[in-house]
């Protein structure tokens, strides 16, 4: 693994990302696996949604791609249950920050610079697992993030996707509450116009042959401070797709 070095890109098409994103989570980096940081909502949530994945595709000896992987809190945890685990993202800086955090963890993810567009491109239905967490509503494109995962994921494996709901009620919770009011946030972590309704995720779901299986709702309780799954998807949700077999 090259820890002083990042791939160079095929930059022939537009790569999907929003450079201001990447820039904001960058300066943000550092403080990835600091569990009292900014970051500390995404080690909260993360238990939950590992039992939950873990539950549907029984990580165990399957090869997963982890999109948008970030500083690999769900990837060393996938690791950690028994999966080859390839990490992919297009921030150089929490990807150094993933590779640093192994050497302490000893976890072993492969985590690559790339766009899940040309990974697609590169190597189509070899994993028998993809998730893509908290990505979606941070880029240009989302379908075509959601198209590129069903091109990677075998026939009759499992897509996972998680996003935030576009309505009033995301906004109060998802802006104004966890940004501005409770501060589990940084202020202008999201745009409340990327964000996906559940039928939209669906919708491009079953164009790339996906089949939804399943939805979740992740709710946050702020007097007991602990979040929890359940079947309110009227704000942050989960959702499980198999790839139809071929």
Not at 108 to 123: C, H, N, P, R, W
């Amino acid at each position: 693994m090259n820890m002083e070095s990042t791939p160079a890109m095929n930059t022939e098409k537009p790569i999907n990302a929003d450079h201001l994103e990447l820039q904001k989570f960058g300066e943000l980096a550092h403080k990835w696996w600091d569990k009292n940081s900014e970051f500390k909502p995404l080690h909260e949530l993360n238990p939950l949604r590992l039992a939950w994945i873990d539950e549907l595709a029984s990580l165990k000896g399957k090869r997963v791609l982890d999109v948008g992987c970030g500083g690999g809190i769900l990837s060393e945890s996938m690791y950690f249950k028994g999966a080859e685990v390839v990490g992919i993202d297009l921030g150089e800086k929490a990807l150094s920050v993933a590779k640093l955090h192994q050497l302490e963890s000893g976890a072993k993810v492969d985590y690559q610079y790339i766009a899940v567009e040309q990974l697609a491109a590169q190597q189509p239905a070899s994993f028998d697992v993809v998730t893509c967490m908290e990505m979606l509503e941070h880029v240009p494109d989302p379908a075509s993030i959601v198209a590129a995962c069903a091109r990677l994921v075998k026939p009759g494996g499992s897509v996972f996707f998680s996003t935030i709901n576009r309505n009033p009620k995301a906004y109060l919770f998802a802006v104004i509450g966890a940004e501005y009011l409770l501060n589990l946030l940084p202020k202008g972590t999201h745009d409340y116009a990327k964000f996906i309704k559940p039928s939209e995720l669906s919708s491009w779901a079953r164009q790339a042959d996906l089949n939804v299986t399943v939805m979740r709702g992740m709710s946050y309780n702020p007097i007991t401070q602990h979040y929890s799954l359940g079947d309110d998807v009227s704000v942050n949700y989960m959702l499980h797709t198999i790839k139809s077999a071929a």
